[in-house]
């Protein structure tokens, strides 16, 4: 059974991949290449010994989208292209609704017009905007605080409006906590352009000698360290909470939200000391004002996925990383590195 990936090329994309292949699903990739290097493909198959089918097409270009259709029987899509900065939405509104909002209306007009309606999307648990009870649950009212979150939100919206137009459509909104860590093999990982502005990509970075020091957005919050709380989620957890999701849109029609996190929260001090701890690094840090826009406590209630999906995460966070300095220093340079 063939599977459109759009973004394949990217962070969970090509996670995501790898899982598909090795379930035995053909997959086709629709990625342009902006925030991602395709030799992540090559890796892909040096883990799997399975090749995807690469197309590099913007899916702002509805021709050339159509014509991946044509020349393909695909059964449903995952959705990961997208832009994903929230700092630079707030400089770049337009350009974040035009290619997140804009790609996913042609994304859904191609679909309907090949008779494809089985879609698991990539939503964030940033569309809880600021809550402040956790853990966060599906059913909370939901808001947006930046125009990133705000495309989530509105294209999780236009997909509802997209199943009351067509009740055959079945559609996964998968809302990610923080996904973090890499493939066991360390030959795939997360490789951010320029200095990193999430938390675990800067921690590996330290460590690999890259950046001198991590600033730790505010230590006054109020939890139990002062530091803010997370809901990191091991990105294979979250690569295979995919393919439980695509199974459930193959055989239901719908829309259907759903948290995929562990339901557990770290703080940022956790985290520095479990990367410590698991890896024999140093983690220089020091304590800064915090980050205009985050939470002190952000984590997930994941029994639906479990209840639904029989989806659970079993990574814990030694695992994490482990995994992510495996990664990080066999490729100290991302992609660039040749193994
Ligand atoms: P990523 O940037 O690594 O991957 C996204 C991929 O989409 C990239 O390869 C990029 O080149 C491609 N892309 C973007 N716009 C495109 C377009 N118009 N046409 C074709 N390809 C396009 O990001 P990721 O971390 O793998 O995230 C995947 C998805 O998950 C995104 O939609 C993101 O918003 C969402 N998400 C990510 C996180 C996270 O922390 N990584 C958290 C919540 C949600
Ligand atoms: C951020 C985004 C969120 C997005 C998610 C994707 C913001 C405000 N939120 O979430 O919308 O869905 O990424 O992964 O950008 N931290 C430091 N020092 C650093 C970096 C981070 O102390 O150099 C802290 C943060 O204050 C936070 C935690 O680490 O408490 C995690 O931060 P990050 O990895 O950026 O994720 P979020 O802010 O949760």
New binding site residues.
Partial sequence: MKVLV?????????HTCVELLNAGYEVVV???????KQE?LERVKDITGKGVLFYN?????KEALSKVFLEHEIRAVI??????AVGESVFLPLKYYH??IT?TLILCEVMEEFGVHQMVF?????VYGLQDCVPFHEGLTLQATNP?GR??LMIEEILQDVYDSNNNWGIALL??????GAHLSGVIG???NGIPN?LFPYITQVAVGKLEKLSVFGGDYPTHDGTGVRDYIHVVDLAIGHLKALEHVLNTTGVNAYNLGTGKGYSVLEMIHSFEKTTGKKIPYQITERRSGDIAISYGDPSKAKKELGWEAVKGIDEICEDAWRWQSKNPNGYETKL
């Fill in positions: 759009t973004g394949g090329v990217g962070y969970i994309g090509s629709v990625d342009n290449l902006m925030n991602s992540a097409v913007d899916l702002l270009d959705h990961f292209a997208g832009l994903k290619n997140n790609g990539s939503s964030s648990a940033t990133y495309t989530k809302r990610y906590f923080n996904p973090v997360e490789d951010p999430n």
